[in-house]
């Protein structure tokens, strides 16, 4: 084991937490970012070459050079920041590459395509993998549009592992600088980085980062007890440290009597986990004696286990606070032997014993098995990484789940529930880690599907017991199948614990009634198209169906009808689709270009007067639909204007419209001349809308209402609005036949008692 992958230790024994690049050191000059940058990477590259790294910095920092972060900098430092915590991680170049150019597609002009031809397909594929969905619906809300990129980034992670790593070092950096967001977009990010990220890095086993997330998360969720922590810490520093020193003297002298040779070191636990404690034990932080820790490096897991030995004759353990993680070693590969142990004075304090292999993988996690491979690096899940079975539980949800909103609340889950894990034997002696809480239910769907579904019955230690008992450590578990067995019953839903025995159950479901839920989910649909009056073989065209099943990723028709039937899908959700795809189709009949083109072609022409139904003529368009714009509602009289929109035909704005005026200058060519047919105010009525600002008063709106009344005018919609000092803004939206009778209307209002001025609504 070579120094370079042990902790910076000071002269008292206390190691430096964190990432070697610490955020005082960071620097807003690029330039001298990126010389952090080589000498990060320096430290574990074996070659001089960085060739490709110096290119993807002159790209990146070209293509985001007109661009700035919220704090004013450069934007080019975030990319390069990124770029250093992967290198303190010690990834490969593709990696380091990918971080530097992890934003050009999302945020600049470049192009996935020129990505690939400077870099290669390896690049791409992180850079890709990276870059969130931009083409996302607008109308989907903010749970919708995580879970789809949270969808996007585990598809990415089953290709190349590296895909998350960078995204945390993204994240990583971008909670360093939140403090120059506003207080709730603060919240959102930390909180969607506790929920999400932090818990992600966990299972990664990337301690270093997991335990930054956590603490600047604290630090904007609760700022009052992240800043009383701090300062109660360092207020106490001085005593602690002291008695941290003499347990370190005390272990060393002892570990190199016995000729173990090791690094002893003490470490403060991080301010998470010191709250978390606090919050769970209903403590003060004068009430946690343990609030740090004596870490014990040694060269083999023999000497592990010889230290643990020497430890337990020095101080007396604590019982049932020893905890083997070398035997049985959790799910993200973390190893380490925990005890926890009384000082001589009466203090307690925890030890932890590893190997400094063990060390490496405990900080580094999955990153500690990324060697950096000249001529290119190792692509695919590694060895290691297939141990991270529940990457291959996310990915069966992929597709078993088409609610976004149950796809995120299962990730969530299963991030909390495997914060704590316990350890059962199978009958065979095999280990099986299941998240805290669970029951036989769990157990057997974690040996197979097949198992579960087939369950009747278990044992435990010898002894039957209850389907609902839960599970303790050491547990040596039996799960009793039959043939005969009816399969999963509902109500296993509310007793298992796992997202992985949940899904597996639903499934179940699903299957063993497919006909039925098919048959069921075609009844649904057409009951819904006869209450809305829709006409279903409209909408049944191989084109559209094939981008609804394709939106929710379905195989074929049948297994949507299905999903509808058992409720994993409403069928509004899928007719409103294919209502949405079917108007996306028939707006392409007539394009911009088409009509920008028709105008072009006419412009020597005699103009064409085409009459509408809304009594409008439109110069110089055959064939167009023509519409009354609803921001501005003219009526007869009112000076109008045509406007060319997208494969919506012709809407017609009044002159003075807001919309109209603050057009852009490129969009003023969609501008045409309109006008109203002679008998227009005689075969139509319109829609007007109006708002009339009054001191407020008893009766205002009756009087109101009496003069609409008497003009036989039909109110459709009013809506009244008070402030602070008494003035009603009162906004009425009704019919008229033209400007003439519009204005003998609002003079006549103008002579109500209170009314201070009226105005058309104008956009």
């Known amino acids: 084991m070579t120094a370079d992958y042990r902790e910076e230790i000071h002269e008292d024994g206390m190691v430096k937490d964190g990432l070697t690049l610490d955020a005082q050191q960071e620097t807003n000059d690029p330039e001298a970012l990126y010389q952090e940058l080589v000498r990060s990477i320096r430290k574990y590259h074996p070659s001089d070459d960085l060739t490709l790294i110096r290119r993807a910095f002159e790209i990146a920092k070209d293509a985001h050079k007109d661009q700035k972060r919220k704090s004013g900098e450069p934007y080019i430092i975030h990319p390069v920041h990124v770029a250093i915590i992967l290198a303190n991680l010690e990834l490969d170049k593709e990696s380091i590459i990918s971080g530097i150019l992890h934003d050009v597609v999302e945020d600049t002009s470049m192009t996935l395509q020129e990505v690939r031809e400077q870099f290669g397909d390896e690049v791409a594929i992180l850079v890709d993998g990276v870059t969130k969905l931009t083409q996302l619906s607008w109308s989907k809300d903010k749970l919708e549009l995580q879970a789809e990129n949270l969808r996007k980034m585990f598809l990415a992670m089953a290709r190349d592992i590296r895909v998350i790593l960078i995204k945390l070092a993204d994240r990583l950096h971008n909670m360093r600088t939140l403090e120059y967001m506003t207080e709730a977009k603060q919240c959102e990010k930390a909180t969607e980085t506790m929920d999400i990220y932090a818990p992600l890095a966990d299972r990664l086993g990337i301690s270093r980062i997991k335990i930054e997330l956590d603490d600047l998360c604290l630090r904007y969720l609760e700022p009052l007890v992240y800043n009383e922590l701090m300062e109660n810490l360092n207020l106490s520093r001085e005593s602690r440290d002291a008695f941290v020193e003499e347990i370190v003297h005390e272990v060393k002298d002892h570990m190199d009597e016995a000729g173990i040779r090791c690094e002893v070191y003490g470490r403060v636990k991080h301010l998470f ?209 039959s043939q005969n067995s009816n399969g999963p019953s509902r109500d296993w839903l509310k007793i298992a614990q796992s997202a992985q025995a949940k899904n597996k159950i639903n499934a179940w479901f699903k299957s063993q009634n497919k006909e039925s839920n098919i048959a069921k989910g075609r009844e649904l649909i057409d009951r819904y198209c006869k209450s809305k009056a829709i006409t279903f073989s409209d909408l049944n065209r191989s084109e559209i169906v094939e981008r609804v099943l394709n939106k929710y990723g379905f195989r074929d028709w049948e297994a949507l009808l299905a999903a509808v039937g058992h409720g994993g899908l409403k069928e509004g959700q899928i007719i409103n689709k294919m209502l949405e795809e079917r108007e996306k189709q028939e707006r392409k009949k007539i394009t911009d270009a088409a009509v920008l083109a028709t105008l072009s072609s006419n412009e020597n022409t005699p103009p064409t007067q085409i009459r509408s139904k809304s009594g409008i003529i439109v110069q110089g368009l055959n064939d167009v639909a023509v519409r009354l714009s609803k921001c501005c509602s003219p009526v007869p009289g009112d000076e109008i204007v045509g406007f060319v929109t997208r494969g919506r035909g012709v809407t017609v704005h009044r002159t003075d419209c807001i919309n109209v005026m603050n057009l852009p200058d490129r969009e003023r060519e969609r501008l045409i001349d309109a006008e109203w047919q002679a008998s227009a105010e005689m075969a139509h009525i319109y829609s007007a809308e109006i708002k009339i600002y009054a001191h407020n008063r008893v009766g205002l709106l009756v009087d109101i209402s009496k003069v609409f009344t008497e003009r036989q005018i039909d109110i459709k919609a009013m809506n009244t609005r008070i402030n602070k000092q008494e003035l009603a803004t009162i906004s009425t939206a009704f019919e008229t036949k033209n400007r003439e009778e519009l204005h003998s209307l609002v003079e006549k209002l103008r002579q109500i008692d209170g009314v201070v001025d009226i105005e058309r609504t104008t956009g």
Request: aromatic share 12%.
């Open 273 to 481: 986990s010191i709250f978390r404690k606090m919050v769970n034990q209903g403590k003060t932080l004068d009430e946690i004696y343990d609030i740090f820790a004596i870490r014990i490096l040694v060269d083999s897991v023999k000497d592990c286990y010889a230290a643990l030995g020497i430890i337990h004759e020095m101080y007396k353990p604590v019982p049932g606070r020893f905890k083997d993680y070398i035997a049985m070693p959790k799910a993200n590969m973390y190893q380490s032997l925990h005890t926890t142990l009384i000082g001589s004075n009466g203090q307690p304090f925890e030890i932890q014993i590893r190997t400094y292999e063990m060390h490496r993988t405990a900080e580094y996690g999955i990153a500690a098995h990324w060697k950096y491979k000249e001529g290119g690096s190792q692509s695919g899940l590694s060895r290691e990484e297939e141990k991270l079975s529940w990457l291959r539980q996310i990915l069966e949800w992929q597709q078993d789940m088409s609610d976004n909103r149950e796809f995120l609340s299962s990730v969530k889950t299963d991030f909390n529930i495997f914060s704590e894990s316990v350890y059962c034997f199978t009958p065979d002696g095999d280990v099986k880690s299941l998240p805290n809480h669970s029951t036989p239910i769990d157990f057997a769907y974690g040996i197979h599907s097949a198992v579960g579904n087939r369950m009747v019955g278990a044992r435990v230690n010898g002894k039957l017991v209850p389907i609902d008992y839960t599970l303790q450590n050491g547990d040596r578990v039996e799960i009793i199948t």
